[in-house]
């Protein structure tokens, strides 16, 4: 078994759905939480200048989610063939935009600002989106195929953060609250929603 | 062997790559570029109302990166173990997020800001990126292993789409980077492709 060892800032973040994944997969692995004032020591030795950075057995991978699909293959919630995996992958990606947003909204300084980006958040983006994402899931609670792949977590992990913020988000939508369902029952996750550091995002 | 139908508008854009990727793999599939007055039309049958799109055997795969990862598997282009293969998607992920800004500049209206934003481009974000990507690189011109991958066809098509917008080599003075450059234009099959592409 290769050493699995993870960097990242304390926070969830880029490096949470990482975290979900080795806990689904129960795969060991160095849970490494760096300070701000180690950053401009540790960036230049990363490959791209940023965190989360994964190294396996000596060699370092960066970039959040080729990380993640990495993790994702070996707890096996990759996607059964090469399709089911693409359609993982899209769903994924499917999502960044709105997780972008979401961050912006967060990230804002300025309260005015901030309000104005969450009505337009809550009103304009989150629903469309939703309402999509509730036809990509089947009436079984899985995004791909009859069984869990890591576009459930990756879902799940998207709305933890949203859903802090709008609490009622998944009101109506039966098929993404059993997503929901399902992945929080994940032995290995739900013993990690149990224990992880608290953290504001 | 499954059917593969490519559906995109006629310019490089965002399928560039994946039709490099069926190239290199001698993969036969139907390449589908439609007119901008064609695409209203489309939109709402697409997944997510965007494309490029890939049909593989009636099933559609939308996301650029989700396709070009799948036509790079079916072509042996992803990686030959788990760490290749997440040491590819690194690559390409990093390629992605100079496209952002790259889209950024190609987009904007008023034209005096675009000029500031492409000299911006041109004379710190690209060379910086460079810089890391010829670490990135190894001597024998490859991003990953001693072959090629995706991540080598996905460098060199973002390099040719920014050629006719730049108005130098960026890759001049990079050695590795140049090299992956001459890898992916001697692929055969590419090499084949890409004469076809720009003899019109």
């Known amino acids: 078994m290769p050493a699995y060892k993870l960097t990242y800032f304390n926070v969830r973040g880029r490096g949470e759905l990482i975290r979900l994944l080795f806990a689904a997969g129960e795969i060991p692995y160095e849970d490494v939480r760096i300070e701000s004032d180690n950053w401009p020591e540790l960036k230049p030795k990363t490959p791209m200048g940023q965190v989360p950075i994964l190294e396996v057995d000596g060699e370092v991978i960066c970039q959040s989610m080729a990380i993640a699909r990495f993790v994702a293959r070996e707890a096996g919630l990759l996607g059964k063939t090469h399709l089911d995996q693409a359609r993982a992958d899209m769903l994924l990606d499917g999502g960044i935009d709105v997780g972008k947003l979401f961050e912006e909204m967060v990230m804002e300084k300025d309260a005015s600002k901030k309000a104005e980006k969450k009505k337009e958040f809550g009103e304009k983006t989150l629903p469309p989106f939703l309402a999509l994402y509730e036809g990509f899931a089947g009436d079984n609670g899985y995004f791909v195929g009859y069984s869990l792949t890591w576009s459930d977590i990756a879902f799940f992990n998207m709305m933890d953060f949203i859903t802090a913020e709008f609490p009622s988000a998944l009101d109506g939508y039966c098929n993404l609250t059993k997503v929901i369902k399902i992945v929080k029952r994940v032995p290995g996750i739900a013993k990690w929603l149990k224990e992880r550091p608290i953290t504001d995002n | ?200």
Not at chain 2, 101 to 116: R, Y
Not at chain 2, 174 to 190: A, C, E, F, Q, Y
């Open chain 2, 1 to 200: 062997m499954p059917s593969y139908k490519l559906t995109y508008f006629k310019h490089w854009g965002r399928a560039g790559v994946l039709r490099l990727l069926f190239a290199a793999g001698g993969i036969e599939f139907e390449d589908v570029r439609i007119e901008r007055e064609q695409w209203p039309e489309l939109k709402p049958k697409t997944p997510m109302g965007q494309i490029p799109i890939l049909e593989v055997d009636g099933t559609i795969i939308c996301q650029t990166k989700a396709i070009g990862r799948l036509i790079a598997k079916e072509a042996g282009l992803a990686g030959k173990t788990p760490l290749e293969a997440a040491q590819v998607d690194m690559i390409v992920d990093g390629l992605s997020d100079l496209q952002v800004k790259i889209v950024d500049f190609f987009i904007e209206k008023d034209e005096k800001k675009k000029q500031e934003k492409i000299k911006e481009f041109a004379e710190k974000t690209l060379p910086m990126f460079l810089d890391t990507y010829e670490k990135l690189a190894n001597s024998s011109g490859h991003f990953v292993g001693d072959a090629l991958t995706w991540a080598d066809v996905d460098f060199f098509s973002l390099m040719f789409f920014l050629k006719d917008h730049l108005p130098n080599d960026p890759l001049k003075g990079h050695v590795n980077l140049t090299k992956v450059r001459d890898n992916v234009t001697s692929n055969p099959g590419i090499a084949a492709w890409m004469e076809k592409e720009t003899s019109h």
